[in-house]
């Protein structure tokens, strides 16, 4: 077995909590998402990479982001793993 799969965690045996997720958003998320909230936004969850915090939210089924610096992408370039084509 290649070793890289060996290694390999998959996050959705241990995801965390949306409690988890919302300490993990920038000051400028949390204000950001609070407008969203008042609109019935639920926060999904934080993705980090090297660079960037990105922050995800529905409502329903549209989506919308949440960059590092608060600015929401209300038309997003993203799929979720669960409306992913097999």
């Known amino acids: 077995m290649n070793s890289s799969f ?3 965690n998959d996050r ?3 995801q965390p909590n949306i409690e988890q997720h919302w300490h993990r958003l920038s000051t400028a998320q949390r204000f950001a998402f609070y ?3 008042k609109l019935g936004y639920q926060l ?3 993705r980090q990479s090297q660079n960037e ?5 529905r409502q329903d089924d549209r989506l919308v982001t949440i960059d590092g610096d608060g600015d929401i992408d209300f038309n997003p370039t993203l799929i979720l793993r669960e409306n992913r084509a097999a």
């Not at 915090?53 to 939210?57: E, L, P, S």
Request: charged fraction near 20%; charge should be positive.
């Open 12 to 14: 959705r045996v241990n």
């Open 35 to 37: 407008t969203l909230a």
């Open 44 to 46: 999904l969850f934080v």
């Open 6 to 8: 060996a290694e390999f």
């Open 53 to 57: 915090k990105t922050a995800v939210a």
